[in-house]
């Protein structure tokens, strides 16, 4: 099997699974357990952990709130900045782009039983927010944005250095989903001018099933949490750490820093070496999105007259996908590239080839080599004669 999915998860990089180990047995201390020496250790290796994803974002370490990964991250960025402000706050609208990951744009969705006005916001042919769409839509008093910084189906980076500066001047917060872009891009939360962020540490070759967000401290972004409990994580995200998982996501999150920029150029060779074998065995392939706003590692691809499922069927030997991970056992076309107004036929025969840090040359040769026999295979298979 060759693994071409790593947007939709990453594997476990060895490095982070051997950090990971020791807390598993020896050092199995509850990091809020501060009356002997197992708990603090675990309260240290936590903070230790808390240290690194802030460093990968550019925050302070005060300012990351553990979670159970970027969708319970993404809910308590809109949800809890929402419920908090509705006391207080005359402001009900709250926006977002119609590409968002499904768990962004449902969050919006909820608020409307709760009296708040969710706007979605169209985007351009290229998967980018017009900024002239983004400033009418805050004409109208607005609380909060949701744009994620680099779509998990294209990989679509959206400009958002020059998005913050309208909704800074609409007096909104901004949100970003970063589940996507941590590790793949440079980030900096200062520099973008975000008020909360989210991210995922299984996108990043950690583990499964932690996640963080971060929560802007000057000036200060207040939120009403999700759930009741012992007021763990300043209150914002009660329930035990899971301190071997947090650990791994550290580790996960100190390799992204350091080795990120070195990894995104090798990827991006590789991406376009798959690209231009791709492109000369199959005129009419199309990318769809923009090929310059888009992270490396990424291909989003419109196959000319075949259906991706039956070409999926016809390649057992390649993990990839028509979409994100979260919609995969849905039959309906995706609706990022229906929103980027593909017809549903379009959308059909898209698939998207996301490459990482255990590709190698050779692999994607292959991989080449197996996608374009599966093409032949299902071409023929569609060119025969329904049986009566």
Same mark, same amino acid.
């Given at each position: 099997?060759?693994? #071409? ?13 051997? =950090? ?6 020896? $050092? ?14 675990? =309260? ?12 990968? /974002? ?23 900045? =929402? ?13 977002? %782009? ?5 768990? @962004?744009?449902?969050?919006?969705? *909820? ?14 042919? *290229? ?10 839509? %805050? ?16 990989? @679509?980076?959206?400009?958002? !250095?020059?998005?913050?500066?309208? @909704?800074? &001047? ?9 589940? $996507? ?25 950690? !583990? ?10 000057? !000036? ?34 100190? /390799? ?17 070496? #798959? ?23 990424? /291909? ?15 390649? !057992? ?19 990022? /590239? ?10 059909? &025969? ?19 080599? %197996? %996608? ?17």
């Amino acid at each position: 099997m060759i693994y #071409l999915d790593y947007q939709a998860t990453t594997p476990c990089d060895p490095r982070v699974v051997a =950090a990971m180990l020791p807390f598993f047995s020896e $050092q199995f201390g509850n990091p809020h357990s501060a009356e002997h020496v197992l708990g603090l250790a675990a =309260a240290d290796a936590v903070e230790a952990a808390r240290a690194e994803v802030a460093a990968l /974002l550019g925050a302070e370490a005060r300012e990351i709130v553990f979670t159970s990964g970027a969708t319970e991250s993404n809910n308590l960025a809109i949800k809890g900045a =929402a419920r908090f402000a509705a006391a207080g706050d005359a402001r009900r609208r709250v926006v977002t %782009l119609a590409t968002e990951h499904r768990c @962004v744009l449902e969050s919006v969705a *909820d608020l409307r039983a709760e009296g708040f006005e969710p706007v979605v916001l169209p985007v351009r042919p *290229d998967g980018l927010l017009d900024p002239g769409v983004l400033e009418e839509a %805050l004409a109208e008093p607005t609380l909060l944005v949701s744009i994620m910084a680099v779509n998990n189906e294209t990989g @679509v980076v959206q400009d958002l !250095p020059a998005l913050a500066p309208i @909704v800074r &001047r609409a007096g909104a917060l901004l949100h970003s989903d970063l589940a $996507q872009a941590a590790g793949r891009i440079p980030l900096d939360v200062r520099s973008l001018d975000l008020d909360l962020a989210s991210l995922s540490a299984h996108k990043i070759y950690g !583990p499964k099933g932690v996640g963080a967000l971060f929560v802007r401290r000057r !000036p200060r972004v207040r939120l009403a949490p999700l759930f009741s409990g012992g007021g763990q994580e300043r209150g914002l995200r009660p329930g035990t750490l899971p301190a071997p998982l947090l650990v791994g996501f550290g580790e996960a999150a100190r /390799l992204a820093r350091l080795e990120g920029a070195e990894e995104a150029a090798r990827l991006l060779a590789l991406r376009n070496r #798959l690209l231009g074998r791709l492109s000369e065995a199959l005129p009419g392939l199309a990318v769809n999105g923009s090929l310059t706003r888009r992270v490396a590692a990424n /291909l989003n691809l419109r196959l000319p007259a075949l259906p991706t499922m039956l070409v999926m069927a016809c390649a !057992p030997e390649l993990a990839f996908s028509t979409g994100s991970a979260c919609s995969s056992a849905d039959v309906a076309p995706s609706h990022v /590239l229906t929103a980027m107004g593909l017809s549903r036929e379009d959308a059909s &025969r898209s698939l998207r080839l996301a490459i990482g840090r255990f590709t190698s040359a050779a692999e994607l040769d292959r991989a080449a080599e %197996l %996608l374009l026999r599966a093409c032949r295979a299902a071409e023929a298979q569609a060119a025969r004669p329904v049986p009566v």
